[in-house]
Antibody, heavy 119, light 107 residues
């Protein structure tokens, strides 16, 4: 059974940094692209970032480009999102998600980890 | 960026009725569109991918259609667990984008 356990969310001040993690199990992690999606309180879904199976290719939404860095450690079956220069508008529940093989749709999701940016 | 516009924003229906949800893309996305259902307090679940393909374990009451810029998700007979928010998502070009959602509520 596929399991994604996201963690690392916390209360952080504007301008601060945070690293989210997503521990994966139940599938061959190194075969699949992975994605972060966020959801602000009471709002819809927003795609944040993608990393290819190998980790070589990455993509970001314009709202986080230059501030967030996605990465993965295939030896540890773990996905990361390094977040810097955080803003109030980054406050959201962050989900990690597994891509369908060779397609940018998401067939398994973590439960989410909450990031709150506030002074 | 491709903008996905979902309508209606809210759909009020009774269990057993059918639901028709719409997603319109600002540019041609071919068939590269998916639908998700999100129940309160839960992560989204993939229902339909590439416009009309049901994801693993998704019951036959869910069907998707459309191509280009206009897409439809149909739920033939609403079950209690179908009262939720539905999102469309395109994979035609970066950045990937989601629609704003349609809430299906109990009438």
């Amino acid at each position: 059974e596929v399991q994604l356990v996201d963690s690392g969310g916390n209360l952080v001040q504007p301008g601060g940094s945070l690293r989210l993690s997503c521990a994966a199990s139940g599938f061959t992690f190194s075969d699949y692209g992975m994605t972060w999606v966020r959801q602000a309180p009471g709002k819809g879904l927003e795609w944040v970032s993608f990393v290819s199976a190998s980790g070589i290719s990455t993509f970001y939404s314009d709202s986080v480009k230059g501030r967030f860095t996605i990465s993965r450690d295939n030896s540890k079956n773990t996905l990361y999102l390094q977040m810097a220069s955080l803003r109030a508008e980054d406050t959201a529940l962050y989900y990690c998600a597994k891509n369908i093989l060779h397609m940018n749709y998401f067939d398994s999701w973590g439960r989410g980890t909450l990031v709150t940016v506030s002074s | 960026e491709i903008v996905l516009t979902q309508s209606p924003a809210t759909l009020s229906l009774s269990p057993g009725e059918s639901a028709t949800l719409s997603c319109r893309a600002s540019q041609n996305v071919g068939s590269k569109l998916a639908w998700y259902r999100q129940k309160p307090g839960q992560a989204p679940r993939l229902l339909i991918y590439d416009a009309s393909n049901r994801a693993t374990g998704i019951p036959a009451r869910f069907s998707g259609s459309g191509s280009g810029t206009d897409f439809t998700l149909t739920i033939s007979t609403l079950e209690p667990e179908d009262f939720a928010v539905y999102y469309c998502q395109q994979r035609s070009s970066w950045p990937l984008t989601f629609g704003g959602g349609t809430k299906v509520e109990i009438k």
